[in-house]
């Protein structure tokens, strides 16, 4: 059913909630896992335009990365890792198209009112604008 998984992490808690349950779904298909990761700091999101070395950010970003590859390589998934800079919801749309992926799947951080106006804008962007399937986990309880 699915071939291609992409999994945004965002670097976080909520990562080790949302991987078990993608990790299960790749292995019930058989589909090749693409974690992927937006670094959002202002030296990640003007990093090319104004030729700026790699932040500290980017570099923890990076071998968050690897480290989570390597995590999947070694329980037999086929993975690669991605890492890209500027606004998410953009970044994650682009590359689910780019990389033919055929599921998306995130975390939701239960935020309300104001807050999901400040926080919530990721996850409405990639619902509202890509024709990819979404799986959503909800990263923490109420």
Known sequence: MFKKILIALDHS?????LLPHVKELARLTGAEILLFHVST?????????????????IKEDRAYLDKREKEF?????????????????????????????DLIAMTTHGHRLL??????TTITKVRHETQIPIFLVKASPD
């Open 115 to 120: 807050s999901d106006l400040i926080h919530g």
């Open 13 to 17: 808690k909520s990562d080790d909630v």
């Open 41 to 57: 700091g202002w030296v990640a999101r003007w990093q090319r335009d104004l030729n700026l070395t790699d932040s500290e950010e």
């Open 73 to 101: 390589r070694d329980e037999g998934f086929t993975v690669t890792a991605h890492h890209s800079a500027g606004e998410p919801a953009d970044e994650i749309l682009r590359t689910g198209r780019e990389e033919h992926c």
